[in-house]
């Protein structure tokens, strides 16, 4: 079965540093990866996502993440972080056995300290 | 288009007690989902459907029934509520398998 892993519950960076959320997967054909956001209070909304070509995926705000097939990994980057970026992360994967429902880690919350 | 809709944002119920928390969608997709966060425990689903007249059950479905009646309407049904209940309940669409899930703002339930 399908399983997301997200290290780190709390993340804290400063203000201006390197972002990095770790995301690794379990899925024995090609997956679908996202990564969304959740605002305090708000519905999720995505951030980026891989299906198919290019391994490195740009998303909004400056966010990347980039899929590597042979670590099963799909981490999240952004080179200088904002106070408006705190919020907390989730990182989702999807495929054909699971008949591409969504399947969620836990979340991470980034925390930016000025 | 205001996407997805839920409502109430906010409801306090007592055990025991019914209530239907309702969403709408109007960007005519065929899946919708809904789901539950706990703190420290991500999304669960609950219930999803592939379209007018057919649902299916996610992973978390006992306490809950669904229906979906028209393509824009999805909502979810708490019968005798009780305190595992308690919880954040998005709702989310989606035009077909792989593509982006959008989701509701939420409601947050509480059930003393």
Redesign the interface.
Same mark, same amino acid.
């Given at each position: 079965a399908q399983s997301?892993t997200q290290l780190g519950?709390h993340v804290s960076v400063s203000e201006g540093a390197l972002v990095l959320l770790r995301c690794n997967y379990s899925s024995s054909v090609p997956p679908?990866l996202?990564w969304?956001v959740q605002y305090p209070?708000? *519905? /999720?909304? /995505?951030l980026l996502?891989y299906?198919t070509g290019a391994t490195l995926v740009k998303g909004i705000n400056g966010f990347e993440a980039e899929f590597k097939k042979s670590e099963t990994s799909f981490h999240l980057t952004k080179p200088s972080a904002h106070m408006s970026d705190a919020a907390e992360y989730?990182c989702a994967v999807?495929d054909r056995r699971s008949?591409?429902? /969504?399947i969620? *880690?836990? *979340?991470t919350k980034l925390i930016i300290k000025p | 288009n205001a996407g997805v809709t839920q409502t109430p944002k906010f409801r306090i119920l007592k055990i025991g007690q019914s209530m239907t928390l309702q969403c709408t969608q109007d960007m005519n997709h065929n899946y919708m989902y809904w789901y539950r966060q706990d703190p420290g425990m991500g999304l669960k689903l609950i219930y999803y459907s592939v379209g007018a007249g057919i649902t299916d059950k996610g992973e978390v479905p006992n306490g809950y029934n669904v229906s979906r009646s028209t393509t824009e309407d999805f909502p979810l049904r708490l019968e005798l509520a009780a305190p595992s209940q308690t919880s954040v309940y998005f709702c989310a669409s989606r035009r077909a398998l792989g593509d982006t899930q959008y989701f509701g703002p939420g409601t947050r339930l509480t059930v003393l």
């Amino acid at each position: 079965a399908q399983s997301v892993t997200q290290l780190g519950s709390h993340v804290s960076v400063s203000e201006g540093a390197l972002v990095l959320l770790r995301c690794n997967y379990s899925s024995s054909v090609p997956p679908y990866l996202f990564w969304y956001v959740q605002y305090p209070n708000q *519905g /999720l909304q /995505l951030l980026l996502k891989y299906t198919t070509g290019a391994t490195l995926v740009k998303g909004i705000n400056g966010f990347e993440a980039e899929f590597k097939k042979s670590e099963t990994s799909f981490h999240l980057t952004k080179p200088s972080a904002h106070m408006s970026d705190a919020a907390e992360y989730f990182c989702a994967v999807s495929d054909r056995r699971s008949n591409y429902q /969504l399947i969620w *880690g836990a *979340g991470t919350k980034l925390i930016i300290k000025p | 288009n205001a996407g997805v809709t839920q409502t109430p944002k906010f409801r306090i119920l007592k055990i025991g007690q019914s209530m239907t928390l309702q969403c709408t969608q109007d960007m005519n997709h065929n899946y919708m989902y809904w789901y539950r966060q706990d703190p420290g425990m991500g999304l669960k689903l609950i219930y999803y459907s592939v379209g007018a007249g057919i649902t299916d059950k996610g992973e978390v479905p006992n306490g809950y029934n669904v229906s979906r009646s028209t393509t824009e309407d999805f909502p979810l049904r708490l019968e005798l509520a009780a305190p595992s209940q308690t919880s954040v309940y998005f709702c989310a669409s989606r035009r077909a398998l792989g593509d982006t899930q959008y989701f509701g703002p939420g409601t947050r339930l509480t059930v003393l």
